[in-house]
């Protein structure tokens, strides 16, 4: 006898379900609503859902994922959920975006999930459990993307489709789209929108970005923060030259040396604190939530200061204070991290050259990039030359990439009166009664840069409470999530796509 697939079994029952539906018609009930997709149960578990993904190895070092297998999984459940669904090709073999699309009543432009399917890679010695193996240990799902953002997919699509199983009709499309490479891969959502943008076209985005920030142990957040505007990302390139000679009779001009004590200088550098409206909204939610009063004190000294050294002064006593003090200083002043050094070819050779490339995270109308790169100079000191990265840009000049950066520090936050960011907030007060809800800038970037670009607004959050460990384990070792995080999440989410329903 020949086996039948899962998938197989799924329209077997649903061509059941449609010819019983007929069946009704022809003895004289008047109209037979459309039969419900049969989904099974494990897909509708976001636990189950984020374990599957998890296996999928979509990891990739700036080169692509290997992306196609995981969305063929994506796809079997969509289908079964009666979505339109297509898996989009790109020049890499085996890298493949997926799109779902369940129809709407067209009320509204269409609501995107944006998602994506690829991770970082890992450094597997340092991990404790198989990073692509969704091991689930004491309470936490562990990872490569539990956290980022394969646990925020499969929420998203796990009250989606709890929706769909119920018989749902939406105001508008929703689109569920799984990006293969996010993470700085050469065929992202920007690809897909240049070459595909019809089929993901959206009045408005819904993606990965706020925290739902909580004490350690906590099952209940002390902000919930939505975020509406990207940090913007540049690379800087600091290059050190000094005498190549043999490695016996070391220099003092030797350029590893030189570079490495520009890079220790640029360590104790920070710019200065510099709100914005958004971020300004963000703090004043903290001071208003958090029961720490010394905190409260630090963020209203903060807030209230109209001289920079005290500003600076105040940003540092709340960074001290907080019990996210990374996130939170990421949020207040840009941030330049050093990521990646090169140096030296022979162990018997000081090399004449040495160079480090290093990242900088500009928060929209904050300080502007020239001055920045000024302090960035002046921090690194002499013997070393400090310049705008082109590799993303070959060929534009150092005038050319100031211009460009100054230009997209002009960019606006979504608004807040709009439908989409009503009903997240709305989802989460029913869950969370009582917690503030916020707009937030987001740390990081994702793949909105095709909507923000064309004035569409774009809403990121995490659904899934996190203290300040687990954060630090985004793209880190041992990623991990709250198995009950997760699942509180996913019912917040699916009162967020309630509001949604006709």
Known sequence: MTELSRRDVLRMGGVAAGVAAVGLGAIGCSTAAPPRPILAAVDLDPLDLTVRMVRFDTSHAGDGGVTLPHAQMLRSIWDAAG??????PTPKADNAHFIARIAGSGAHRPLLLLGHSD?????????????????????????????????ANAAFMSALLRHVQEG??????????????????????????????DKIDAGAVLTEGGWMLAAPGAGTP????????????????????????????????AAIVRLNRALTRLADYQPDVALTELTRSYFQAW????????????????????AREQRN????????LSAHPTLHNALMRHIVTPVIQNAGY????????????????????????????????????????????????????????????????????????????????AGANETFPGVPVTPVLFEAGTSA?????????????????????????????DERIRVDALRRGTEMMYRVFARFRT
């Open 287 to 306: 001071a208003q939530a958090t029961g720490n009063a010394d905190l409260t004190a630090a963020l209203r000294l903060m807030l209230d200061a109209t």
């Open 222 to 253: 002390t902000v919930i923060s939505i975020t509406t505007l990207d940090k913007m990302a540049a690379q800087i390139e600091i290059t050190a030259q000094g005498l190549a000679t043999h490695s016996s009779r070391p220099s003092p001009d």
């Open 83 to 88: 979505a339109r669904t297509e898996i989009i």
């Open 346 to 425: 022979r162990t018997n050779v000081q090399p004449g050259s040495a160079s480090a490339q290093v990242n900088l995270r500009l928060v929209p109308g904050g300080v502007c990039v020239a001055q920045t790169l000024a302090e960035i100079r002046a921090a690194a000191g002499d013997g070393v030359t400090v310049a705008l990265s082109s590799r993303s840009q070959p060929g534009q000049s150092q005038e050319q990439l100031l211009a460009g950066l100054e230009m997209r520090m002009t960019a606006t936050a979504s608004a807040v009166d709009s439908d989409v960011y009503r009903a997240m907030a």
């Open 168 to 197: 749902a009709r939406f105001d508008r499309d929703i689109i569920f789209l799984s990006d293969c490479d996010e993470e700085v891969g050469p065929y992202g959502t920007r690809w897909l929108a240049e070459q595909h943008y």
């Open 449 to 477: 840069g095709p909507w923000r670009q064309r004035g569409i607004p774009v809403y990121g959050i995490y659904p899934y409470v996190t203290d300040d460990d687990t954060l630090s384990r985004m793209h880190g070792n």
């Open 119 to 151: 991770v970082v890679n890992v450094e597997r010695d340092r991990w404790t459990v198989d990073p692509y193996g969704g091991e689930v240990r004491d309470g936490w799902m562990y990872g490569r993307g539990t956290l980022d953002m394969k646990g």
């Open 313 to 320: 002064r105040a940003g540092a006593l709340v960074v001290a």
